[in-house]
């Protein structure tokens, strides 16, 4: 934990933080129980913290009301995570911890996120994008099983795994009725891991098993359903390879402060690259803090630590506009 007298000093160059939270996504819930968690750890450190949510209407002149020097983003999905408040800050030039606006929105894009992958060769499963048009014939050359998702999604919403001819023609026409377009992806057999970043660093590999078919939106929200092991049980140079391919996609990318990458491992070692998120979860129990806890960052130090690089950007007058 940091010294009484460094967070004060910290408080009095950031002033006023706009705890941006909730937002009209399909994670709202996620994002309101993120952004309650640094709340709590951010005003009992002495922090002069508003909350500000998106959802509501005039948004842009409640922020210049509001009168803050920064802003600390703890929105999840559309409207939050994918650049598009990050515009409006970068517009206002007010500082934000997490990626610029242009990084957000690759990052959110899957399809502009596997494209990238492929162009600085990082290993991800083999896609194709569907439409209303033409699935069908695009389905074709697909065997089971595999894995249907939207293409601006996060929390596996809207994720489903086809096993079976049935299945492919009753989800997939339901999803598109929701989504124009969805991403078909090979299904990896084997384990899942996790990689969070900090400040640019790797930090320790987290291993996720499901106790689903694989870790959807109820196998992350709901307790018992998943087991967690931090650090992964794996050989220190798998985990080296694990955390440096999520560390190139992050710098790749351009994205800055803090990330997450998702990652399958074959049974013949291969690791694939899923996605990366921008802006994890962050509860206390959420998989970032767990593995920062892990090296000695308590949950409160991590979000004065991402207040310091915001703060960086503040005083140097100049915000990344990537």
């Known amino acids: 934990m940091k010294s009484k007298r460094s967070v004060n000093s910290l408080a009095s160059i950031v002033g006023r933080i706009g705890l941006l939270l909730g937002g009209t996504s399909s994670e709202r819930k996620v994002s309101l129980r993120s952004g309650e ?4 750890a951010l005003t009992g450190l002495g922090f002069d913290v508003v909350k500000l949510d998106p959802a509501r209407k005039g948004f842009e002149q409640l922020i210049r009301r509001a009168g803050i020097k920064v802003a600390f983003i703890a929105l999840h999905g559309s409207g939050g995570e994918d650049g ?35 162009q600085f060769q990082i290993q991800t499963p083999r896609y194709s994008i569907i439409t209303r048009r033409n699935w069908k014939s695009v389905m074709r050359e697909w065997a089971f099983p595999l894995i249907v998702k939207p293409l601006q999604e996060g929390s596996s919403i809207g994720v489903r795994m086809i096993k079976t001819e049935k299945e492919k023609q009753r989800i997939i026409p339901f999803l598109l009725k929701q989504y124009s377009q969805l991403i078909v992806e090979e299904f990896i057999c084997g384990r899942e891991f996790s990689v969070p970043i900090l400040d640019g660093e790797a930090l320790p590999v987290i291993e996720i098993k499901s106790k689903r078919a694989f870790y959807d939106y109820k196998a992350k929200y709901t307790r018992g359903l998943t087991d967690y092991f ?26 800055r402060d803090l990330a997450r990458g998702d990652m399958m491992m074959n049974q013949d070692g291969n690791a694939y690259l899923l996605e990366m998120n921008s802006i994890p979860g ?10 920062a806890q892990k090296i000695g960052i308590e949950f409160s130090e991590l979000c004065t630590r991402l207040l310091q690089m915001a703060s960086r950007r503040m005083e140097s007058q100049h915000i990344d506009s990537r």
């Not at 962050?282 to 593995?291: D, G, Q, R, V, Y």
């Open 282 to 291: 962050f509860t206390e129990t959420s998989l970032l803090p767990k593995a």
């Open 230 to 255: 931090v650090p992964a049980p794996i050989p220190k140079k798998v985990a080296r390879k694990l955390q440096a391919t999520v560390k190139k996609a992050y710098a790749c990318m351009g994205l």
């Open 84 to 118: 598009t408040v990050q515009s409006v800050l970068e517009r206002l030039r007010i500082p934000f911890t997490g990626s610029g606006a242009w990084a957000s929105a690759l990052a959110f894009d899957k399809h502009r996120s596997k494209k990238y992958f492929q």
């Open 37 to 40: 968690a640094i709340y709590r």
